[in-house]
């Protein structure tokens, strides 16, 4: 076999997860464009959530059966959606009140929080090493949020490190109980029921804001669709290079969304923070790889 083959092999294997890391960095800067239109965060959630579920759809039924599954696995993943829900909002409400690389970034130590809560339920090991690049992770996301030139809402810090907490849950639930599930089944019932109860959120409060002008619409729906097809790149690309790899792979979505986010926003770190940021993706990258 050739290089140029071999480096084809590699693109071709890599392309998903880059697909995937791509889209959820789309989706997250075009949150703020939503936002900025007059949009609200539950409006987003929810017409995200049934755009998504159109799609998982039509995937669905297009694709391979669905492996057969229990009452007791669909009832996890139902459960699952209420810890999704609050991925999804906590992601969002950061957006709305921080700048996207601070939000994404901040979301991102849920693989350290994933490793370490594993550890502590006795799911996975941790070396020295994993532990040593947690640390550092965390003292890079410290430096990346201390150098933050204005008044930055610790509120908005809040909500990222909340669904950085739930999706760590999310994934430890899930490694736990539904190691055996067909993801897909697992992505569906948890977007049925995280989408359910955006609707009975927005039905019972009747304070839910659509945009105001077409940028806001467009915008809603790139990120719909862009947080679909993530979703769905992210199952192709787990299924081809595995969780691990996938995992790896990911850690672009901060990367990309801090490069869209300045000339889209001009949401524009400093030097400082950005050596912060690098910090933390470096050792999340070493801690994915130690632990």
């Not at 084809?8 to 239109?37: H, M």
């Not at 694709?63 to 009452?71: I, V």
Request: positive net charge; aromatic residues 8%; charged residues 10%.
């Amino acid at each position: 076999m050739t290089d140029s083959s071999k480096s084809g092999e590699r693109r071709f294997a890599l392309g998903p997860g880059v697909v995937a890391a791509t889209s959820f960095a789309i989706s997250d800067t075009l949150a703020k464009l939503v936002f900025a239109a007059g949009g609200d965060v539950l409006t987003l959630a929810l017409i995200r959530g049934l755009i998504g579920l159109s799609i998982l759809f039509v995937y669905i039924r297009l694709g391979p059966p669905l492996a057969p599954s229990t009452p007791r696995v669909r009832a996890i993943a139902l459960g699952l959606g209420v810890l999704f829900a609050a991925v999804v909002y906590g992601l969002f409400k950061a957006i709305e009140l921080i700048t996207v690389p601070v939000a994404v970034l901040t979301y991102f130590v849920y693989p350290l929080l994933t490793g370490i809560g594993g550890f502590i339920f006795g799911v996975e090991r941790l070396s020295w090493q994993g532990a040593l690049a947690a640390i550092v992770a965390f003292c890079g996301l410290a430096l990346m949020i201390g150098a933050y030139p204005q008044h930055l809402s610790m509120l908005g810090v809040a909500f990222a490190l909340g669904a950085a907490v739930s999706r760590a849950v999310f994934l430890l639930v899930a490694r736990a109980e539904l190691q055996e599930a067909d993801p897909r089944l697992t992505t569906w019932h948890s977007l049925v029921s995280s989408t359910v109860l955006f609707a009975l959120a927005a039905a019972v409060t009747m304070n839910w804001h659509p945009p105001q002008n077409a940028v806001g619409w467009v915008s809603v729906l790139v990120v719909s669709v862009a947080t679909a097809s993530g979703i769905l790149m992210l199952y192709v690309s787990t299924r081809r290079i595995g969780p691990f790899r996938t995992a790896l792979v990911m850690n672009l979505e901060p990367l990309l969304a801090t490069l869209i986010s300045a000339p889209l926003l001009g949401e524009i770190i400093t030097p400082l923070q950005a050596v912060g940021g690098a910090i933390m993706l470096g050792a999340l990258v070493a801690f994915q790889m130690w632990r």
